[in-house]
């Protein structure tokens, strides 16, 4: 089972570092959506599939994080200083929407979010002398890394994938570590967690937090690959779709925002000849999944190997439980 | 003092309507947990049943007859046996991203079948301005009134005056003992959900003259019906005619006196409050909470 993963992720790995290579540019320009969207709904799967709090806001914090890279960039500041700035605003503002989650859960967690996201879209469509209202902001210039520019469709895949890449591998070795353990236990029995001595509260604050931050992060890569935001971009579409995507790959699995995000972008494009009504086809597959299979493709696809792998071996005495292995 | 009058009288019609839309979601979340994120898309679409109904020559009140009716069938039951039964063992999330599909898929059925272009729709009363003490106030907003106030009289009569209502009470309020009693459960919340399909409808039949039908209406009324449940409170029935009342008013007034541009804005901020406060609702009760 865990080989099997291992050669998963290898063949995954080698797949979004060459294949671009033999794409159009308007094929390159889906991969970097892709890396984008695999960020942001990353940070949705911290706080809704490890911690376990339903958040609606995702969507707003990619805006955030996108607006202050372009405003920063405008100001002459340089792209790492912007990026930096975009995840410390969204960590900041992610703490602070997180005080709700103490007090409330589920459903009204949704919805407290949910309203959150829509103040955050009102501001960035009324402030104009800030945002640029409805126009937007254009002309944000590909960055300039260390000489090397990532202006051309190829490169600029490979920056993001670059981003994706540091991003996963620091929110990998987080959930190793016991602040991961404590987000997990924070979803399972949160009372039990607290009478085990685990701070809650700080838990909750920081699972918001660190997964708001990732989002603003996405949307700091974001920025500079389309080049031209506008409200609209960041409305509540773009957090019911992150959180589509989250719950479609598989929530609380790792590599489930990545399957996630592969889905929603390719899906449009597969389904091009039956044109308006991939989104119906988009809603009816996720109706059927939460249906059959409420745990993701990645939870179907655990299920599958289970049954193969008992049917082939009799069942051991002692069986070690899933997940829990390092 | 003429303009508020006007406003609060228009306020008090577009909150009549946001109560019937929240009454119906309260009614669901009591009886089986169920949150329907498709509640704005489920006022969105009789609408269109209604509209199609004509188009097939019906007079406008056959067509309202068929429009309830394939409410019923489809928003009501359909959506009870299809989507939320087999749900349910799942818990409140699986069911919560099922509705938010749901209401994807509605919208994009009628963008797809009837265009993005907001289609007329006929009024139940011919436009005529009334005049008050300088204020004008139109028939149309009178009838509204009239009509959803009527509608969520009826609903108070059959939930507390009659046997039928008590015992869908009582499968809200513990339906372990519900059973116990003999009382048929199972049946009772359907009950609610074709409640529910009706409120919805005539939501629909309500708002539709004055947003115009388009696919994109359920988006503002669905959140405009959760801001109410959760402003009002979530478990009680008058808890959500109330705060439907109370965000059609603010609405309008806000809209007038404080900032058209943030008028979105109140709502939220008053949700925001309410929660942090008085989790509950203000008209609500507390629920324990269970380990």
Not at chain 1, 296 to 324: M, N, Y
Not at chain 2, 21 to 42: C, D, K, R, Y
Request: net charge positive.
């Amino acid at each position: 089972m865990k080989r099997l993963a291992v050669i998963a992720v290898a063949v995954g790995a080698a797949f979004a570092i060459v294949v671009p290579l033999f794409l159009k540019p308007y094929g390159i320009y889906l991969s970097s959506t892709w890396a984008v969207l695999t960020i942001a709904a990353m940070g949705l799967n911290l706080t809704l599939g490890y911690a376990g709090q339903v958040s609606l806001a995702q969507g707003a914090f990619v805006g955030i994080g996108a607006y202050t890279t372009a405003l920063l960039m405008h100001a002459g500041v340089p792209y790492p200083i912007a990026f930096i700035a975009a995840g410390l605003v969204c960590f900041s503002i992610g703490w602070v929407l997180g005080y709700p989650a103490l007090r409330v859960q589920h459903h009204y967690l949704a919805f407290v979010t949910l309203a959150f996201t829509t103040l955050v879209f009102l501001v960035l469509r009324n402030e104009e002398w800030l945002t640029g209202g409805t126009y937007g902001l254009s002309g944000i210039p590909r960055p300039v890394l260390f000489g090397w520019s990532t202006n051309g469709p190829v490169r600029f895949y490979y920056f993001s994938l670059g981003v994706l890449t540091v991003l996963a591998t620091g929110t990998w070795w987080m959930l190793r570590s016991p602040w991961g353990r404590a987000f997990i236990a924070l979803r399972e029995n949160p009372i039990r967690a607290l009478s085990l001595g685990l701070d809650t509260r700080r838990y909750t604050l920081m699972a918001f937090a660190i997964g708001s931050s990732i989002g603003g992060l996405s949307g700091a890569v974001f920025a500079p690959l389309v080049q031209y935001i506008e409200p609209l971009s960041f409305a509540l579409n773009l957090s019911l779709n992150l959180l589509l995507m989250v719950i479609v790959g598989g929530s609380g699995y790792f590599f489930g925002p990545f399957i996630g995000a592969l889905v929603a972008v390719l899906l449009p494009e597969w389904l091009r000849f039956i044109e308006g009504y991939y989104l119906v086809f988009y809603a009816v597959m996720v109706m059927v999944m939460m249906a059959f299979c409420p745990t993701g493709i990645l939870g179907l696809v655990e299920r599958i190997v289970k049954a193969v792998s008992v049917k082939r071996s009799p069942p051991q005495p002692a069986l070690q439980p899933e997940g829990t292995s390092p | 003092m003429a303009s508020f009058i006007q406003l609060l009288v228009s306020g008090l019609a577009t909150g009549a309507i946001y109560a019937l839309i929240a009454v119906g979601f309260t009614l669901l979340w009591q009886t089986s947990q169920t949150i329907n994120f498709a509640q704005g898309e489920f006022v969105m679409v009789p609408a269109f049943f209604i509209l199609e109904a004509m188009y097939l020559g019906a007079p406008f009140w056959l067509a309202i007859l068929i429009g309830i009716a394939l409410s019923v069938l489809l928003i009501g039951l359909a959506f009870k046996l299809i989507i939320v039964d087999p749900m349910l063992k799942h818990g409140v999330l699986p069911l919560v991203i099922s509705t938010i599909a749901l209401s994807l898929f509605m919208k994009e059925m009628v963008k797809n079948l009837y265009s993005s272009n907001a289609q007329p729709f006929p009024a139940l009363a011919p436009p005529i301005d009334l005049h008050f003490f300088g204020a004008v106030i139109s028939t149309q907003s009178l009838v509204v009134l009239a009509v959803a106030i009527s509608a969520v009289v009826a609903l108070h009569l059959l939930l507390h005056k009659t046997r039928l209502g008590r015992s869908m009470q009582a499968t809200a309020q513990n339906p372990t003992l519900a059973r116990i009693l003999g009382i048929p459960v199972r049946r009772m919340v359907l009950y609610t959900f074709l409640i529910n399909a009706v409120l919805c409808a005539i939501a629909s039949i309500l708002i539709s003259p004055i947003y115009l039908a388009k696919f994109i209406n359920g988006e503002t009324l669905g959140v405009a019906a959760f801001l109410a449940a959760i402003i009002g409170g979530f478990n009680q029935v008058r808890g959500a005619i109330f705060g439907g009342f109370i965000l059609g008013i603010l609405d309008n007034l806000s809209a007038a006196y404080l900032s058209s541009t943030y008028r979105g804005a109140f709502p939220l901020l008053i949700l925001i409050a309410v929660i942090m406060w008085r989790p509950q609702g203000l008209l609500g009760r507390v629920e324990e909470r269970t380990v």
